[in-house]
């Protein structure tokens, strides 16, 4: 082997020293690497959170989308009119224990003929004849003497052609009626003959 002299050693390479600059590099490489694997990690749980959000709210859209319509409408008027029932229910028991209290409390020369019941306003008009004035005053403090009636007042009286009295009377009922009371004649104020009007 011409031009190698082997008896020369083969001087031993020394490790380099990396500079300052080198390792700064390094760490801002590494830096950046993290930065970026954290910001792409935050845009692939974004992305997938509205991937999410979207799906949920096409669903919701679907069911409100099954909740309306003409078989829904149907129900809730079904719902309506049971309720409107329900209540006329409970105001046809309560016309009916007000009236058992009215023919109670009716004496035997009144003749009535009229019970007129307004319901939004509580208003309930009786009408009726009698024979003369005394029993007409008679038969309003009978009414009076129940709690239901208590504000009964009399709207109109007049003669009739055959030479009765007619009269008409009006009373504000409570929105629920009282337990009907027994027409005992000991239960009932005394009436005071003298107070009474006569013809």
Avoid: C, H
Avoid at 29 to 46: E, K, S
Avoid at 87 to 98: G, I, L, N, R
Avoid at 134 to 162: C, F, K, M, W
Wanted: proline share 5%; no cysteine; net charge negative.
């Amino acid at each position: 082997m011409a031009g190698i002299n082997l008896s020369e050693s083969i001087a031993p390479k020394r490790p380099t020293k990396r500079s300052m600059m080198d390792r700064s590099f390094l760490w801002v490489a590494l830096f950046t690497v993290a930065v970026l694997a954290i910001w792409g990690g935050l845009r692939w749980l974004l992305y997938s959170t509205d991937n999410k959000m979207a799906s949920l709210q096409a669903s919701i859209d679907a069911s409100a989308s099954s909740l309306t319509g003409e078989a829904v409408n149907r129900v809730a008027n079904v719902d309506s009119r049971m309720a409107k029932l329900t209540e006329y229910e409970s105001q046809s028991e309560d016309m009916k224990k007000a009236i058992e209290i009215l023919e109670s409390l009716t004496i035997g020369s009144v003749r009535l003929d009229t019970f007129e019941y307004g319901a939004d306003a509580g208003k309930v008009t009786i009408g009726g004849t009698t024979d003369n004035f005394r029993s007409l005053g008679q038969q309003v403090i009978n009414y009076r003497s129940n709690e239901l009636y208590a504000d009964l007042r009399v709207e109109s009286v007049s003669t009739t052609e055959d030479g009765r009295v007619g009269f008409s009377l009006v009373a504000t009922l409570p929105t629920k009626a009282p337990e009907a009371q027994a027409a005992d004649p000991a239960a009932m104020p005394p009436v005071d003959p003298a107070a009474m009007p006569t013809n």
